[in-house]
């Protein structure tokens, strides 16, 4: 059986540093066996790696790129799990997964952008990594984000 760290790498990936709180509130919340994470963005070296609404078009964020950027806001959330908790390893299960998908208006593909995330999610925790999961589109997400995404994770 391989560890969250073994599949990470394996993916050619890193958890980077927790992002930082964009505004007044905490990175995470811990009450009992259950952590929730606020909200992550696709923050890449503290800045943000794309901007915009997400639809068909070439002014737009295409869906195949918004599916890339709710993976790296997966990783941060992830991020931010391993740091209040001690490590992934100590991640039991994700219960639930929260994705908000700034859309043009039209745009119906939000399942298969948080798709993105709910697949990263799996290929580094494993069968721990299943969920519930709501994809939800709104008309605009803090900084211009095309996604967001908030993890509920059971913890020991």
Known sequence: MSTPAERLAA???ELPAPPEPVAAYVRAVRTGSLLFTSGQLPMVDGELAAAGLVAEGSD???PERARELAATAALNALAVVAAEVG????????????????SAPGFVGQPGVIDGASELLVSVLGDAGKHARSAVGVAQLPLGSPVEVELVVEVS
């Not at 390893?89 to 998908?101: A, Q």
Request: no cysteine.
């Open 11 to 13: 993916l050619g990936l």
């Open 60 to 62: 737009q964020v295409p």
């Open 87 to 102: 490590g992934l390893e100590n991640v039991v299960r994700v219960v639930k997964l929260v994705g908000y998908v700034a």
